[in-house]
């Protein structure tokens, strides 16, 4: 985030609120030394938006000002879960930015639910990532508690994908 983190909230404060009235999956703004890139992902459980700034420096006269409502909630809502997720040593984050998949094709079944018992090294999901599938495993044994992402959904360096417990 810039110096003024509070024009940077609000901007990706407008951006999310953007995304839900216009239905978006994605919208990424970028201007001189700003870029904000703000993507929803559907998953089982409902929607989940996930809000990635680039930490680069905007000067203040191009920063747009934005209502204070419910959005602001939500915000700090995913916020707050993101850090949560952060500090869990048992979610497995993504290696490198591609495209997820749950199972090894499609039409088969996923390599692990929620409730699956994994041990260390098991293949939990595949990564595409220039034209080559790459196997993810799990970093420790365990039980899948939560899946984060949709088969075929793209994902970026370091954003979680399961947690182990």
Known sequence: MTKD?????????????????QN?????????????RV???YAASGVQQVMVPAAAPAP??????????SAAAAAAAVQSAADDLAANPGTLTSPMVGTAYLS???GKPAFVAVGS?????????????????????????GVIARILIEDAAPVEYGQPLAVIE
């Open 5 to 21: 983190a509070t024009s940077d909230q609000a901007l990706i404060r407008a951006i999310a609120e953007l995304l839900n009235e």
């Open 39 to 41: 993507t929803r992902s």
């Open 104 to 106: 090894p094709e499609p």
């Open 60 to 69: 203040a006269a191009l920063q747009p000002t934005a209502p204070q409502g």
């Open 24 to 36: 978006l999956a994605e919208i990424e703004i970028e201007r001189e030394d700003l870029r904000v």
């Open 117 to 141: 018992r994994v041990s260390e090294g098991q293949t939990i999901l595949i990564i595409e990532a220039m034209k080559t599938m790459n196997q993810i495993p799990a970093h420790k044994s």
